[in-house]
């Protein structure tokens, strides 16, 4: 079966200080992979999707990145946090076309950043 | 532009009476369309998913969805709320390899 695993849950960094969230999906290839993050009082937002090794598409300009080094890795980054980065990352992926799960789109529990 | 819109951020009901969460979607063909709930501190949990099976689709917890295409309509509806449904819900629609969320609706159970 797949699973989705995606660490750290909770983290408090401080401004200015790096970021890395990982996340890693087992039991699948070549899935679509995003990071999404909800901001206090706000919905979920799109930052990134991949459909792919190395292929990075940015929905939200902003001082993160993310990168899949490998097929079923894809991290969440930041060189120097802000504020304004605070909330609730999810990653998420869905199976590719030929996956029978392809509409189906599976969460990680999630990782709660608090920058001070 | 692909968009999914709930259109209220907020819903209050009183326990046992119906729930109705309006969600509504943009596109020049029908998406994917799922609703997923998420409780305080928690990860989202899918609740239904639409997709072009039957129109009216059974979820979780008692929740059912209408897929109206002539509406372009998503609504999540429920025939008595629970105080365990607080919670905020998200509607959310698969274009492709996109995946859009509405805003969120965040629904209160009044005792």
Known sequence: SQTIHQWPATLVQPVGSPLSLECTVEGTSNPNLYWYRQAAGRGLQLLFYSVGIGQISSEVPQNLSASRPQDRQFILSSKKLLLSDSGFYLCAWRGGTADPSGNTIYFGEGSWLTVV | ?111
């Open chain 2, 1 to 111: 532009a692909q968009s999914v819109t709930q259109l209220d951020s907020h819903v209050s009901v009183s326990e046992g009476t119906p729930v109705l969460l309006r969600c509504n979607y943009s596109s020049s063909y029908s998406p994917s369309l799922f609703w997923y709930v998420q409780h305080p501190n928690k990860g989202l949990q899918l609740l239904l998913k639409y997709t072009s099976a039957a129109t009216l689709v059974k979820g979780i917890n008692g929740f059912e969805a209408e897929f109206k295409k002539s509406e372009t309509s998503f609504h999540l509806t429920k025939p008595s709320a629970h105080m365990s449904d607080a919670a905020e819900y998200f509607c959310v629609a698969r274009y492709g390899n996109k995946l859009v969320f509405g805003a969120g609706t965040i629904l209160r159970v009044k005792s």
